[in-house]
């Protein structure tokens, strides 16, 4: 299964960019997809994730009330919509299919197919 993430760029603090995520339908159903990021020298961090069936959200609390995800079921395409950005969100973000349970939604383990990254460099 292949995922393409696309949209990552160089914004100055404050600006704005919206990544997308194409995911192959047929793999979706009950499945959740995952936006994670990963700074140099860091571990790979959870952003965000969305249901696709019913859509419910979750967040990392670094990021709530910045960034918002949302999906497109026609085109099958997720969406990250990352605004008020800051310097430490420069990292490489990542999309993700995955069937975690609610206690491990956060959690890189509980996804199986991932994107190749796409590189977000916010500059202050």
């Known amino acids: 299964v292949q995922l393409q993430a696309s949209g990552g760029g160089s914004v100055q603090a404050g600006g704005s960019l919206r990544l997308s995520c194409a995911v192959p339908?047929?793999?979706?159903?009950?499945?959740?997809v995952g936006w994670f990021r990963q700074a140099p020298g860091k571990d790979r961090e959870f952003v965000t994730g969305i249901r696709w069936s019913g859509g419910e959200k979750y967040y990392a609390d670094s990021v709530k009330g910045r960034f918002t995800t949302s999906r497109d079921n026609a085109k099958n395409t997720v969406f990250l919509q990352m605004n008020s950005l800051k310097p430490e969100d420069t990292a490489v973000y990542y999309c993700?299919?995955?069937?975690?349970?609610?206690?491990?939604?956060?959690?890189?383990?509980?996804?199986?197919?991932w994107g190749q990254g796409t590189q977000v460099t916010v500059s202050s």
């Open positions: 339908g047929r793999t979706l159903s009950s499945r959740t």
């Open positions: 993700a299919i995955g069937s975690p349970i609610y206690s491990s939604r956060a959690s890189p383990e509980a996804y199986y197919y």
